[in-house]
């Protein structure tokens, strides 16, 4: 995994889970699986955003506008299972990024995420 700033980003992905999982309820069961794969990909995305600002390829803007768009990808995949709610797709993908705020705030000094705090 990427360290910044004596920050593992990865070592986010069990908490963003379990924060998704307090989310989720009793949903739990039938979102867990696609909730990892989610957190996964959102991981996978910072640590790519994490690269390009090493490299000098991105700002902040760019990359929240970057996220942003994973972000809806990621509303519509948990939509897509049939007991998924809109409102509890958000509060699952804000459980997971308002983890994933505070690790990539302290490892690139960015915000990266609009989500309100709980």
Request: aromatic share 6%; charged share 20%.
């Amino acid at each position: 995994m990427t360290v910044l700033n004596d920050t593992d980003i990865g070592d986010v992905l069990a908490e963003a889970l379990t924060s998704a999982r307090q989310a989720a309820q009793d949903s739990w069961p039938a979102v867990s699986e696609l909730a990892d794969n989610i957190a996964r990909s959102i991981l996978i995305d910072i640590e790519y955003v994490a690269r390009q600002k090493l490299l000098g390829q991105i700002d902040e803007y760019g990359a929240k506008i970057f996220l942003e768009d994973q972000r809806m990808v990621a509303r519509a995949r948990l939509r897509s299972l049939a007991i998924v709610t809109l409102q509890l797709a958000e509060n699952i993908i804000n459980a997971m990024l308002r983890v994933f705020n505070a690790a990539a705030q302290k490892a690139l000094g960015w915000v990266l995420f609009p989500v309100s705090p709980v």
